[in-house]
């Protein structure tokens, strides 16, 4: 009985999702004719967010370390271990642009959404990187922020214990000199674990740390950087989850 209603709580889930989705993709559509305009898809992605885990029956938190971001672009780096990590970003009420893998691309009306509206990169492609690179220069120069999973993806297989990070958020940050913010995605391994599609949890929580500035950092800064994002978010996630690090 209980794994008949999680499966049929999956499908509600599902069908508000697609429902949604295609009320809202004509105003998308037309917020991606100009990146002028970007910012209010980005805005409209987060009251999406609210209403969509709301009406789902998700209970959700976002939880400040401190006071949030202010008004220029800073670049969110969160942890990656489930598919509901992205919709869940969206409930930050600083919005930016997603940094996510070319795949994405291929999917029908949303696919066309997220590249227009969004950064898609195939992370197997060293061309590819240096391309989704400029990107991030380039929107972080139109003053846009960056959602970025600096795992690279979800590929840690011993949850909630991060994988290693990627460079490039990091590289990028210090070049452009804007703030990392390191965001730590609680419960979503447990919400809906990957390779799984059947919801097992209700409760998401996003903890939006401490603001790390970026200034007067150089090229040589990149590791310490990434070491201190990466144990900030992993060490939320022990305490989040009661666990002891002996990994």
């Not at 697609?18 to 993709?25: A, D, E, P, Q």
């Not at 401190?66 to 780096?77: A, K, L, M, W």
């Not at 942890?79 to 919005?95: C, E, G, R, V, Y």
């Not at 949890?201 to 590791?223: C, E, F, R």
């Amino acid at each position: 009985m209980h794994s008949f209603l999680r499966t049929l709580h999956t499908f509600y889930i599902l069908l508000w999702f697609v429902i949604s989705f295609l009320v809202l993709f004509p105003f998308f559509l037309l917020f991606s004719l100009t990146p002028s305009w970007h910012h209010w898809a980005y805005k409209l992605d987060h009251l999406w967010a609210l209403f969509y885990f709301r009406v789902s029956l998700f209970s959700t938190q976002v939880e400040f370390e401190s006071v949030p971001p202010g008004s220029g672009p800073v670049i969110y780096c969160a942890n990656h271990f489930s598919t509901m990590d992205i919709p869940s970003m969206a409930l930050l009420p600083k919005q930016a642009c997603y940094v996510g893998k070319e795949s994405i691309k291929k999917l029908p009306l949303f696919g066309y959404m997220f590249k227009t509206l969004h950064i898609t990169v195939n992370r197997s492609s060293l061309k590819d990187r240096g391309r989704a690179f400029q990107k991030y220069k380039e929107a972080l120069n139109q003053g846009k922020s960056l959602f970025i999973f600096p795992e690279g993806g979800i590929v840690s297989t011993h949850f909630p214990y991060q994988a290693k990070y990627k460079d490039g958020p990091f590289k990028v940050a210090i070049e452009q000199q804007v703030p990392i913010v390191p965001v730590t995605i609680a419960y979503n391994w447990k919400v809906l674990p990957d390779g799984d599609w059947l919801i097992k949890s209700l409760k998401i929580k996003l903890i939006v740390h401490t603001p790390m500035p970026t200034n007067g950092l150089q090229a040589n800064d990149v590791p310490v950087l990434k070491e201190k994002v990466f144990a900030t978010i992993q060490n939320r996630l022990l305490l989040e989850n009661s666990l002891t690090d002996t990994k």
